[in-house]
Nanobody, 121 residues
């Protein structure tokens, strides 16, 4: 039972990346998948989640309009399309699964290992 993130890398400011969160051993359906990030010296923060039960989607203001969360049930994968990347988007990005549509970390029970996103000027 695990989540595996991929798709991170080095990108210039203004560029795009698509992160993937692939689940194995369980289904991402009928649950909430959240994306979090942690920049150096900062606390981890929730940036988006999707509730596959009702297609409820949330974004924090700092990424709204630039990031898009989506799911592919056939691949049991959740994606985070990140456009117009800024220097301040550089962080380790984590996906997590839980039963509650919330930005509160403690409600997410299964976490991936993270993928590094680096944004250069």
């Amino acid at each position: 039972v695990q989540l595996v993130e991929s798709g991170g890398g080095l990108v210039q400011a203004g560029g795009s990346l698509r992160l993937s969160c692939a689940a194995s051993g369980f289904s991402l359906g009928d649950s909430v998948t959240g994306w979090f990030r942690q920049a150096p010296g900062k606390e981890r923060e929730a940036i988006s989640f999707i509730n596959t039960r009702d297609d409820d989607i949330f974004y924090v203001p700092s990424v709204r309009g630039r990031f898009t969360i989506s799911t592919d049930a056939t691949k049991n994968t959740v994606y985070l399309q990140m456009n117009s990347l800024k220097l301040e988007d550089a962080a380790i990005y984590y996906c997590a699964k839980g039963p509650v549509a919330t930005t509160i970390e403690k409600f997410y029970r299964t976490w991936g290992q993270g993928t590094q996103v680096t944004v250069s000027s």
